[in-house]
Structure formats: C-alpha cells, structure tokens
C-alpha cells in the first residue's frame, strides 16, 4: 500500500495523511471520475453553432483594435493553451514591478497592442516605445478552463456574468468563462485602444469579414462560415438577430467548453489500470508522496483556489487580494491545471522557470520567498535525484492528451495573420543622427486591402521636431527628402518621448481595389531639417505586400509557434 515519506520535516497527523491518501486515492483511482465535459451554466447550453461562431471570434484577430491580437493569439493548442511567445519573442518581457528591465522581477508575459488611441496612432510607453505592451503575467491556459469557477491569476472573473452595458445579470453562476471572455477586448494592454467602448468592438464586428486575416481555415468551420457575415453567424447561432457583448462572451465560452482534454495515458490508465511504465507510476508515488495533490488535485489536477508558493516576494503582486482585499489572500494565485503541462513552458504566473526540471528544483527547495500566508506543504522534500526523474516522467506523457499536441480535432485552429509572410519587414540600413541614433520603426498591422487604419511609427528619433512617412513603389533611399510617395506623404510634429528622443506614427487608409492584390510598397521615416532637402536622420526601409482577405493559406510555415519568428520588427 501507498505511503507517505516520513523523511520530510514536516509530518501532519497521522489522521490527516490517511485521510489525504484516501482522498487521493479514491481521485486518481475511480473509474467514476472520469474528466467529463466542463459543466454549462443555466442560460447558455453548449450548441454546435454556437462553438462554431465562438471558435470563429476566438481566432480573429480583427477584433483587436490594431487587427494583430485574437484571444487565440495568446491560447495556443499546441503549446498547451498558452502563449509560445513568452519562451520565445524576446519582446515578450514585462518589466515587473520596479519597471526596470533586466531584474529577476521581470515578467515573460504576452505581447498585445501599442498603447494607442482611437484614431490607430501610438502613444509612447515607457516601457514598450511604440511596440506592442507586454501583459504582467503569464498567459494561463484556456484548455480545461471550463472547470473553474473563478478565472484569470487572480480569478477576478467570477461565475455571475454581467451585461457590461446594462449591467444586468445575464448568468446568475457558473459563468467564469463568460466572464472572462469578455475581459481582453477593452483592455488597451492586450487588444484594445485607450478607452475602446462596447459600442466600438460590436461596430468592429458587424463590419468585418469573418476570419478575414486568417489561413488554412478548418474546412468545417469555413463551411459553416460559407462567406455569410457575422450578423448572419450570431442569428444562426443564437436564434435571433443581434451582435451583442454578452452574446459574444456566450460564443466564446462555448467554444472554450468543447476545449478538454481527456485523452490522456492517465485517463486511459484510469479505466484500465494499464499503460502507465514503471517509472511513470513510480513518479505518481513521489506525486502524492510531495503532497503535490494538494494544490493539484483529482482529475483535473488542480483545487481551482489561490495559493501562495513563494515563487516571488511577497509584494511583488497583490493577487487574489486585487479581488477579494483578504490580507491573508495577498500574493495568491489560482492554482494551473497540470495536465498538458509539459507544453506549456515557461511556468509560473511570471514565466520565470524554463523548464518542468526547474519547476521540480524549486518546489524541491521549499520555494524561494516566505511570507505569512505561504502554504504550509511548500516545504523542502529533499528528494533524491531518481525521485525528481520519476516525477518528471508522470508529469510529462502520461498528462499530455496528443491531440491537443498535435492540434487535430477539436484542438485544431485557423493560422493567424501574425503567424504569415503578411507582416511588414524591416530590413537594410539607415543614417543615425549626429548624435548616432538611428530612428526606429514600428510597423505590424495587416496590409489588407481596404484596412481603414494601417499605422506606422517612429520612435528613438534623435534631432528636429518633424518627421516624414513616406511610403511609394520602391525604397525612398536615404540622400534626399522625397518629394512625394505613391501611398503615404506624409509630415508630422515629432512629440518628445521622456529619454531624449522622439516619435509619431501616422495612420493611413489601405486602398482596396482587387487588381492592387500582392503589389509592394516601400517606406522610410525621415527626420527633418527646417529648409533643408537633406535629412537629419532616416530609419531603416520596411516593406509589406497587399493581400486580400483569405489569401493567407498555406504559407505560415514560420509562425511564432515554432519559436523561429520575432514577429514584431523593432526593439524598445
């Protein structure tokens, strides 16, 4: 029979490992806890037409204020649900609390939007220039989220779902999901411009074309979309006219519920007591033995609450205190499902362990940081090193369901625009200032034909106050001022950005005409000198090529999920 370890300094009643070892037991051995389907919330039943339209607005990047951010962007299957780009993008580092680049309280979080305005220019931030923010946490999975009540790190999205423009309860319980879906699209960190309006994300959606930035589209929802619009979409879904907030928070979470994984080795093992090797039970000894079921219980390998584990000092994040202002809930965070965690690197609410080993070291050292309300079983377990080996090999295979791995039905996805050869490149040289700066450019919105707002900035702009944009057939070179630009002529005042130097952007209107499909334009951004021709300053070129709404297919082979493109093209 299963023991606990008695080597460990810490050793609760003997009543209370029995009851422990019971409990998890009886969790991990019942064929009655199976990983059903996640529960529906009473006024929202799970409809095939419904997931589809939610999968649908789930991977459009559209609904971003900049068109480069879906929910899916940061939610991707194959990396577990979670975001490739905080292992991956050297853009993706937050600044941590003491907004200082470089410490250890730095964040590898997710890449959103510029900090911009309605109008699609750019704001500077001081952090980010005029690049994409970084969000102060990591990106928490979205498969098997339907499982919890409570939702984001600090689980601030709850089971009431609330209209966000009558403020009418719409779903008495049940709705974190809901809830949480709705959250991203105002936030002018992850997709929205400062101080986006319901009313202006519905306009955007009624205006759009379905997944109209998206490639290689799963043939059934393509099918299903059979170029209607999405007025069309939410009647067919809902049953009747209207794109509304709470319908789209509806939709979403209806995809998210069809998003579990139950085909795993362990849910095989499970039912049959068989497929497990010897190492990988052996492993699920030391599981239990760490008293890591604690926190990551049952079938879903997680309690769904808050814990804080002293993986940062105590104030470096409030946590669930941010909701519930608990003094005993300072720096807790909802506790990761484990299952697929072998995708998801890197782990913790801060990225800041690379690797599941790290994960194991940490945890074997009692954590790094006390503080009052550090959970008691954080303690050191002094395992051995064949202990940490078996205990990686139960986390890794047997939690992992393939499908999701592998992205095949219902974990298969549409390839975003921010995954393609769409993006503009910033490419060549340019001539830095007599200071020696050189001026930066920021451009990453979809040259879509007919893209009412397609931004490009400048920032790191070292000299005068004024800037010109000009975008023409072929590289405007660097000797003198151009006179004009086929697409973009464009001078602008040059605001000071708090470090000594620049930056503006300018946001133009796309043509549209079909027979502009793949042609290439060319531009700089100039520092200019008062009556003078010659340039103080000139960035280096970008270029970028129209395209046409589901022109995409077939050419993301260099999508940031394989961990080979830093899709935006400028640093801070």
């Not at 779903?171 to 986006?196: C, K, N, T, Y």
């Not at 074309?209 to 619009?229: Q, T």
Request: glycine share 10%.
């Amino acid at each position: 029979m299963h023991t606990f370890r008695s080597k460990s300094p810490y050793s609760p009643p003997a009543f209370v490992e029995l009851l422990s070892l019971l409990l998890a037991l009886s969790a991990f051995d019942s064929t009655e806890a199976q990983l059903g389907p996640p529960p529906e919330p009473v006024g929202n039943p799970l409809t095939e037409d419904k997931a589809r339209l939610g999968k649908a607005l789930f991977w459009d990047e559209q609904l971003s204020s900049t068109r480069t951010v879906a929910c899916g962007t940061c939610h991707i299957p194959k990396d577990g649900g979670d975001d490739p780009r905080s292992a991956n993008d050297p853009l993706a580092i937050h600044p941590g609390p003491d907004g200082v680049f470089g410490g250890a309280d730095d964040v590898f979080g997710s890449p959103g939007v510029p900090l911009s305005a309605a109008d699609g220019t750019y704001d500077y931030s001081p952090s980010f220039a005029l690049l994409p923010q970084v969000t102060g946490r990591r990106t928490i999975s979205s498969v098997n989220a339907g499982y919890s009540s409570s939702l984001f790190w600090d689980g601030r999205a709850g089971e009431e779902f609330v209209d966000p423009v009558t403020e009418t309860v719409v779903l008495a319980s049940g709705a974190a999901l809901e809830s949480q879906a709705l959250g991203p699209l105002l936030s002018d960190v992850e997709m929205a411009h400062v101080g986006r309006t319901w009313t202006e994300v519905l306009d955007r959606v009624a205006a759009i074309e379905p997944l109209a930035l998206a490639g290689d589209v799963p043939a059934d929802l393509e099918n299903w979309i059979a170029g209607r619009d999405y007025a069309a979409l939410f009647e067919e879904a809902f049953g009747s006219p209207g794109i509304t907030a709470p319908r789209i928070g509806m939709a979403i979470a209806s995809y998210e519920r069809t998003q579990f994984t139950d085909q795993t080795p362990f849910d095989d093992w499970l039912i049959t007591s068989t497929g497990l090797t010897v190492q990988e039970l052996a492993g699920r000894d030391v599981f239990l033995d760490s008293s890591c079921d604690r926190c990551h219980s049952g079938v879903a390998f997680t309690d769904h609450d808050f814990h804080y584990t002293g993986v940062r000092p105590h104030a470096d994040d409030a946590g669930r205190f941010d909701v519930t202002e608990l003094e005993d809930d300072r720096a807790r965070m909802r506790t990761p499902s484990l299952r697929n965690v072998e995708l998801r690197a890197p782990y913790m609410r801060n990225g800041r362990f690379a690797t599941l080993e790290d994960v194991i070291e940490f945890y074997n050292r009692g954590g790094d940081f006390d503080g009052p309300n550090k959970d008691a079983f954080i303690r050191e377990l002094m395992l051995t090193e064949q202990e940490k080996a078996d205990l990686l090999a139960f986390l890794t295979r047997p939690l992992t369901d393939s499908r999701l791995a592998e992205e095949q039905e219902p974990f298969d996805r549409p390839r975003l625009y921010t995954e393609s050869w769409g993006l503009p490149v910033v490419y060549g040289s340019g001539v830095n200032s007599s200071q020696g700066i050189l001026p930066r450019v920021a451009a990453l919105e979809p040259p879509l034909l007919g893209n009412p707002n397609f931004t490009v900035g400048v920032y790191r702009a070292d000299g005068s106050t004024e800037g010109l944009l000009v975008i023409d057939d072929e590289d405007p070179g660097t000797d003198l001022l151009p006179t004009a630009g086929s697409l973009a002529h464009e001078t602008v005042f040059l605001s000071p950005d708090g470090v000594g130097t620049r930056h503006a952007s300018v946001a133009i209107s796309l043509p549209s005409a079909p027979g502009l499909e793949g042609k290439a334009y060319f531009g700089r951004w100039y520092v200019v000198s008062p009556g003078s021709n010659i340039p103080e300053a000139v960035s280096k070129p970008f270029a970028f090529k129209l395209f046409s709404a589901g022109s995409l297919d077939g050419i993301f082979q260099n999508g940031f999920e394989s961990g080979t493109t830093v899709f935006w093209t400028g640093t801070p």
